[in-house]
T-cell receptor, first 110, second 114 residues
């Protein structure tokens, strides 16, 4: 069964303090690893899709990387508006559903 | 704004009752997915429809059912509601099931069962 584990559960940073969030996964035939951002009471907002080990994608202060067993979401010089829960999900072979991790709640203090 | 709409935004009802949640996918998207998000379980896949037909089932209770209509909007029906059904219910849509399509999520319906 596909599984996703995210760490840490919560992360508190000062504005400008760079860090990384981890997503470890077990999946049969990876057909995509997805990062979403979710604000309280809102729907997940799509950030990135990664398909193969070695792939990297960037958007503003965020950079996602992928290996065969895990993905990292690097946050460079974060701002308070980056505060949210970041969700990682995988799609395995033979299935269209996404399997989500429980997320990392990021708080960036000014 | 993802382009996926869901109604209602909030729903408060009593145990034993039945409710219907509605989802309109992004223009042109044929696939609709339903997810449940509770505090302890995270986002859990319930069911997927593609162009009107059920495509995949996840952890969906027998008390729950869904359908997708010819205009591609979808409804999730929850019956004999229990306290534990209180959660956020999200709908997502994607263009097709050819392999690598991104799912875009709606704003959700918050269900509270009293």
């Amino acid at each position: 069964e596909d599984q996703v584990t995210q760490s840490p559960e919560a992360l508190r940073l000062q504005e400008g303090e760079s860090s990384s969030l981890n997503c470890s996964y077990t999946v049969s035939g990876l057909r995509g690893l997805f990062w979403y951002r979710q604000d309280p009471g809102k729907g997940p907002e799509f950030l990135f899709t990664l398909y193969s080990a070695g792939e990297e994608k960037e958007k503003e202060r965020l950079k996602a990387t992928l290996t065969k067993k895990e993905s990292f979401l690097h946050i460079t010089a974060p701002k308070p508006e980056d505060s949210a829960t970041y969700l990682c999900a995988v799609r395995g072979g033979g299935s269209e559903k996404l399997v989500f991790g429980k997320g990392t709640k990021l708080t960036v203090n000014p | 704004d993802s382009g996926v709409t869901q109604t209602p935004k909030h729903l408060i009802t009593a145990t034993g009752q039945r409710v219907t949640l509605r989802c309109s996918p992004r223009s042109g998207d044929l696939s609709v997915y339903w997810y449940q998000q509770s505090l302890d379980q995270g986002l859990q896949f319930l069911i997927q429809y593609y162009n009107g037909e059920e495509r995949a089932k996840g952890n969906i209770l027998e008390r729950f059912s869904a359908q997708q209509f010819p205009d591609l909007h979808s409804e999730l029906n929850l019956s004999s509601l229990e306290l534990g059904d209180s959660a956020l219910y999200f709908c997502a849509s994607s263009a097709d099931t050819s392999g690598q399509e991104t799912q875009y999520f709606g704003p959700g319906t918050r269900l509270l069962v009293l």
